[in-house]
């Protein structure tokens, strides 16, 4: 079964596809913030998209395009530099107005193109450079212009985030790809997380819903950590079925799944690790809980605790931090049975906490392991089975340079 | 009806309270770091403690006392330095010798002594400097040490929180006096927020108790926000009657709560604008919540948000972060009814928000605001008569500089 991971693959590495990236005049840099992804035929697509109650226009449009039309999406319009949220209705009608564009330029009706806005929060979306782009947009629609795309829904992103793999079914060849974006807050407040990805593989609207809940629940909501997202969030699947392969058996639906999953996971990590001011990567695994849900709420104390993210951009290994976090998730739970370990790759862990007491760990030895740019972190409830993992980073200076001064 | 307040007043005001201050070598600076609180004659007493689930050991020794103790209470011994958290049955053995070793030195029963432990957690405490520490202090046990006291509990603090308040009851006049320190992080992770107020009026425990427990809700909780507290908080309120007063009956009890409410409330405020890096102090009003609980989750959610705590670090009125943070709370609520009003002190505010839509406020008055020390957020979520007030601080390069190397 062969399964080739494409690092230069992008969104429009799948058979069918097309992009294109212009300067539209939204960003105040004047770099690329108006894209297109296009599919040369109908898709079918499934979206998932931010929990938060304060939703952007993009987002309730691209809700309600898709409660109607799952199965007959062209494409997706993208633009980086403004939110459009927290807009009001003025920005509803912007969102529309950018459907109604792309279908004027690349055909078919509005209700078949996905809408997707990225950039500062509550300023009215600048319409006439919206359009202006899209015109200038649409006749340049490449193949080739899959990073290009990746590179023009960046904000504060330092490089653009691709990749595509190509899979082997008991059909013949698919190729998935894909794009994202993030203010890589890897945080509560993670600002926008948006990323395309397509297949030509031929799968069903509702294979595509189940399987990208649960490849994002195990990548992007696994670094934006429980559904404590922005107002823009958002992930498009679209199968346009170019290919001509079929995902229509249970091994097809497993082995794509799979691949599914994978290259959301890699697409994740490329944001986690582009994080804004981000110098150290840490998986924060959690073991020993009663319930996953129990693991996850002390990941999730742990892995957005600014103490314990200073300790990690400092380097010091500063693990009562961590336990303290632990006892302040809302977890019920006896902090004699507490353990904890700290670890770098496949290396045996070291453990700094046994019954609630610190073992006799040397101390340059942890030191050692809070220096490495990725390392990893895990607290053990003793009460339990139920596990789970989270992606988090260090909190740096630089962190609060970008968020200080990001408007400006 | 008098009331005075006292700010060169302290833990000591009250009559009957004599405190000491030594350095005994915890702290590696060689400051002051251990710390007595004396009276002549027993007090009734009731603690505030910490609900994170990782209590370090002063805190369930003080639990443990206090439940067969609050009426014959001579003094609290204190060590900063060094939290005695995560330290197992060593850390209890050493919290229950702090006891001791204060009894031995002071008179009385070991369980007639409270401690309090604040500073790196997971160290074991160096029992022995703390012997000799109190074996220093004890003979220098002076009401002019009130202050030096409150220096002698300090961390990261950049100075003293100090406070008493003479009020006329209709008994007579009784004082209260109090210290308190934080690592002012005004945050879910906020290091160990330590207060101790004296009172020389006589108090039964079971209405200490009551009072104190009102006076931490609208004061160091509604700063160290929703519970979400460090390992070894603690809020002591010692009442010793050696001013021969009682508070007995509805007036007196209602002028006494009152207060020890504002001395609370002015300690608390010392915490939140000496917090770490803190250059702004910021009021979260949420209004027109269903419940007080949603309101003070809206509140809680945008006052511990870094992307907002940023925004303001940076002067930027960035307040599409507030309403994404209010989103995202997990409070129930019809963006469409939202409105945001930002301003400071008494001038009438500047609404930004109405019905979910920015208003046409001008951008430079906005900026004016929070450009501003201290400044006022309101958020009404349109769908009630709840409300609750909360303070937050900015995030500044100085708190990760702070926090990134606090224990090298």
């Known amino acids: 079964m062969t399964h080739q991971i494409l690092s230069d693959g992008s969104a429009t590495t799948p058979r069918g596809f097309s992009a294109a990236a212009v300067a539209?005049?939204?960003?105040?840099?004047?770099?690329?913030?108006?894209?297109?992804?296009f599919s040369d035929r109908d898709c079918t697509a499934a979206g998932v998209f931010t929990r938060n109650r304060v939703a952007a226009a993009p987002v309730i449009v691209d809700r309600a395009t898709l409660a109607t039309n799952n199965s007959a999406i062209r494409g997706v319009v993208i633009n980086s530099g403004n939110a459009n949220a927290c807009t009001g209705e003025p920005g509803l009608a912007n969102a529309r107005e950018m459907q109604r564009l792309a279908s004027e330029e690349l055909g078919g009706r509005?209700?078949?193109?996905?809408?997707?806005s990225t950039g500062v929060i509550g300023v009215p979306l600048p319409i006439e450079r919206v359009r202006s782009g899209i015109l200038i947009a649409a006749p340049s629609l490449s193949p080739d212009n899959g990073i290009a795309a990746a590179e023009g829904i960046m904000t504060t992103d330092t490089r653009p985030k691709h990749l595509a793999i190509e899979i082997q079914l008991p059909g013949g060849t698919v190729t998935?790809?894909?794009?994202?974006?993030?203010?890589?807050?890897?945080h509560p407040d993670m600002a926008t997380l948006l990323g395309v990805v397509t297949t030509d593989a031929a799968v069903s609207a509702d294979d595509l819903a189940t399987m990208l809940r649960e490849a994002a629940d195990r990548s992007f909501n696994a670094i934006s950590i429980d559904g404590d997202t922005s107002t823009n969030d958002t992930i498009l699947l679209l199968a346009n079925g170019a290919g001509g392969v079929s995902v229509n058996d249970a091994e097809s639906r497993e082995l794509f799944a799979n691949a599914l999953n994978e290259l959301c996971?890699?697409?994740?990590?490329?944001?986690?690790?582009?994080?804004?001011?981000?110098?150290?990567?840490?998986?924060?695994h959690v073991t020993g809980a009663r319930t996953e849900s129990d693991a996850r709420r002390v990941a999730n104390t742990i892995a957005t605790s600014p103490l314990v993210k200073t300790a990690f951009a400092g380097g010091d290994p500063n693990w009562g931090r961590i336990l303290a976090a632990t006892g302040r998730s809302g977890v019920d739970l006896d902090q004699s049975r507490l353990?904890?370990?700290?670890?770098?790759?496949?290396?045996?862990p070291l453990q700094?906490?046994?019954?609630?007491?610190?073992?006799?760990?040397?101390?340059?030895d942890a030191a050692a392991v809070f220096a490495?740019?990725?390392?990893?972190?895990?607290?053990?409830?003793?009460?339990g089975s139920a596990e789970t993992?989270?992606?988090?980073?260090?909190?740096?200076h630089d962190y609060v340079t970008i968020n200080a001064d990001y408007r400006t």
């Open 110 to 116: 509005p209700d078949q193109y996905l809408v997707m």
């Open 24 to 37: 539209a005049g939204i960003k105040q840099s004047g770099r690329p913030d108006l894209v297109l992804v």
């Open 176 to 186: 998935l790809g894909g794009m994202a974006k993030g203010a890589g807050m890897i």
């Open 339 to 348: 353990a904890l370990w700290i670890g770098v790759g496949d290396e045996p």
């Open 372 to 383: 490495q740019p990725a390392f990893t972190v895990r607290v053990d409830l003793g009460d």
């Open 389 to 396: 993992v989270l992606w988090t980073t260090d909190l740096t």
């Open 265 to 284: 996971h890699a697409l994740a990590m490329m944001v986690v690790s582009d994080g804004e001011g981000v110098t150290r990567v840490v998986t924060v």
């Open 352 to 364: 700094i906490v046994r019954d609630g007491t610190p073992t006799n760990f040397v101390e340059a």
